[in-house]
């Protein structure tokens, strides 16, 4: 079977969705209690103090350094214009229902004047701390407007609260860009490599793309990656990004099914903003699939499924037979910050691929 024809131009792209360097997040977080207003609706006390909040965001490896660290500048929290309050509520039937619109309309009435400014700015978000006797009503740890938006609320306690920079990351970019990451097997939020998913480590490789935070070493498709023919690579870990810390493969090449997902491979170590990663994916290469049309085009507003496929470690090899791709990694290099790889795209099986580096 020879192979098919190459086309005549790649994929159609975009730029990413955040394309302004040096962004900020002005954050104005709110940590609530709620005040009586009858014998039914009681006065309910604040889950946690302000100033544990404020050092979660300000201390030494804090969220602010999370953020700085994993959009390697790119996207900083403003540590001056950060503001901390702690915002008593009048108490009422919608409150105790756990209405977060309700909860966040009462909130922000109750701020004083200088606290109330600029609440229209496009880098604006309001976090809500919640008191923690409502986490059983409200039923979760924490909850997020979808792009584009400007609100989060969090439980002051448990291992999905505002005490876990993962879950902060990962509300704070559902506000702007980013849907929750998924595991192949496994239930939405389930891939713990990422804090888009259920880890406190950076963004995935398809997810700082979508950002625009990094770029790939290479772009895999018919028009740059010839067939039954390996392509070499050493591949630096993400945390030395920005630039050339993927491989973006689209595999339009494919005959028998449409072309419907991308795939990424990304090195990931346990240093900078990964400094929490899992040892499950520290030294070795994540392999995610999404949805490609919405990856190529990086439509906004829409969920492009990014699912974690693969974890491979060094001196391994994988054969994706649905994308007709053969992957060969190599030792780690450069002190364990990068990863040789091999990568072949064949026809008729694995075996149209000369399996050694070059």
């Known amino acids: ?43 309910v006390s604040a889950g946690t103090s302000v100033t544990a909040v404020k050092n979660a965001f300000l201390g030494r490896d804090g969220y602010a350094d999370f953020f700085s660290n994993c959009s390697y500048g790119q996207m900083q929290i403003d540590r001056v214009a950060l503001k901390v309050v702690s915002t008593v509520v009048p108490c009422s039937e919608e409150i105790m229902q756990c209405d977060v619109d309700a909860i966040a309309a009462a909130a922000l009435q109750q701020l004083p004047l200088e606290s109330q400014q600029n609440t229209m700015a496009s880098s604006r978000h309001d976090l809500f701390v919640m008191p923690d006797s409502l986490k059983s ?37 559902v506000n702007v860009a980013l849907f929750t990451a998924r595991r192949a097997g496994l239930s939405r939020y389930d891939d ?95 392999l995610h699939e999404l949805n490609a049309e919405i990856d ?14 693969n974890v491979i470690g060094p001196t391994s090899s994988v054969t994706l037979f649905d994308y007709q791709l053969r992957i060969v990694t190599g030792e780690l290099v450069n002190n364990g910050t990068a990863i040789k790889i091999k990568v072949c795209r ?12 070059s």
């Not at 989060?152 to 999905?160: A, L, Q």
């Not at 190529?296 to 496929?309: A, E, G, R, S, V």
């Open 1 to 43: 079977m020879s192979p098919p024809s190459p086309r005549s131009s790649p994929p159609p792209q975009r730029p990413p969705l955040l394309p302004l360097p040096g962004s900020t997040l002005l954050l104005r977080i709110m940590v609530l209690s709620l005040s009586a207003s009858s014998y039914t609706c009681p006065s």
């Open 137 to 173: 009503i409200c039923g979760w740890n924490s909850l997020s407007e979808l792009s584009p938006g400007t609100q989060s609320w969090y439980s002051p306690s448990g291992k999905n609260g505002i005490f876990k920079q993962g879950t902060v990351m990962k509300m704070l970019l």
């Open 192 to 286: 713990s490599s990422t804090a888009m998913g259920s880890g406190d480590s950076c963004p995935s490789a398809p997810e700082l793309r979508r950002l625009g935070w990094a770029t790939p070493m290479a772009q895999l498709n018919s028009s740059s990656f010839a067939a039954q023919v390996y392509q070499n690579f050493t591949l630096p870990a993400t945390y030395l990004g920005p630039t050339g810390v993927m491989i973006m493969i689209q595999p339009d090449w494919l005959v028998t099914v449409p072309y419907s997902k991308n795939l990424y491979l990304a090195l990931r170590v346990k240093a900078a903003g990964d400094r929490l990663l899992l040892d499950d994916f520290n030294g070795k290469l994540s």
């Open 296 to 309: 190529n085009l990086l439509l906004p507003y829409k969920d492009p499924m990014t699912n974690l496929i």
């Open 346 to 357: 064949f026809t008729s099986g694995p075996t149209d691929c000369p399996d050694s580096f």
